[in-house]
């Protein structure tokens, strides 16, 4: 079946720091890729919704400059939080789907601790 | 907009019973996807089972089995001979039926407990 790759599994880093969280689709075209994040015992909140070659469409209250998504091929999309803050520690969540509304798989997440 | 509703956080039931999800949704569309998703401690996200809206017949997966019921949009999950693997976080989820990118909607999710 279809396979997602989130990678860090799990990072720490210092605030003020960028830290770069990848999703990669490995054996499919993703041409819309989400980003979520999830806090303890919460669902999934959409932060953004990228497609392949565009800009990211972000949800409602998501700084859009503090989180920067790339999403340059149909393989890879990249979530940065950049100047890292102790309230962006998180746990985030890619997803991808390809073309005609093929089935959304999703990257095992990422844990995101700022100290 | 879309919503979905899971109105009882957390639920528990003894191994080899059965338990009963309730979720429900708005939508004013006629034709959508519901599905719902398993999340163990690990966090990953696991699919449980998925049910297309034009299908009247409910969907099964081995012990798993939906009661769809599109008049009242609701989507309701039971698990029977519930077993210790089964203790997660399960969320009813939403999504369109568009031509490409479709979104999920995701409700606030059930604890469940599975007792020995």
């Known amino acids: 079946g279809a396979v997602v790759s989130q990678h860090p599994s799990r990072v720490i880093c210092k605030s003020g720091t960028s830290v770069k969280i990848e999703c990669r689709s490995l054996?499919?075209?993703?041409?819309?890729m989400f980003w979520y994040r999830q806090f303890p015992k919460q669902s999934l909140m959409l932060m953004a919704t990228?497609?392949?070659?565009?800009?990211?469409?972000?949800e409602q209250g998501v700084e859009k400059d503090k989180f920067l998504i790339n999403h340059a091929s149909l393989t890879l999309s990249t979530l940065t939080v950049t100047s890292a803050h102790p309230e962006d520690s998180s746990f985030y969540i890619c997803?991808?789907?390809?073309?005609?509304?093929?089935?959304?798989?999703f990257g095992n997440g990422t844990r995101l601790t700022v100290t | 907009a879309q919503t979905v509703t899971q109105s009882q956080p957390e639920m528990s039931v003894q191994e080899a019973e059965t338990v009963t999800l309730s979720c429900t949704y708005d939508?004013?569309?006629?034709?959508?996807?519901l599905f719902w998703y398993k999340q163990p401690p690990s966090r990953q996200m696991i699919l449980v089972i998925r049910?297309?809206?034009?299908?009247?017949q409910n969907a099964t997966e081995n012990r798993f089995s939906v009661n769809f019921q599109k008049a009242a949009k609701s989507f309701s999950l039971k698990i029977s001979d519930s077993q210790l693997g089964d203790a997660a976080m399960y969320f009813c989820?939403?999504?369109?039926?568009?031509?490409?990118?479709?979104?999920?909607?995701f409700g606030e999710g059930t604890q469940l407990t599975v007792n020995p």
């Open positions: 997803s991808a789907t390809g073309e005609h509304n093929s089935p959304l798989h």
């Open positions: 049910q297309e809206a034009y299908k009247q």
């Open positions: 939508t004013s569309e006629s034709d959508y996807y």
């Open positions: 990228s497609n392949e070659g565009s800009k990211a469409t972000y």
């Open positions: 054996d499919f075209q993703a041409t819309t």
């Open positions: 989820a939403y999504r369109p039926k568009e031509t490409s990118g479709s979104r999920l909607t």
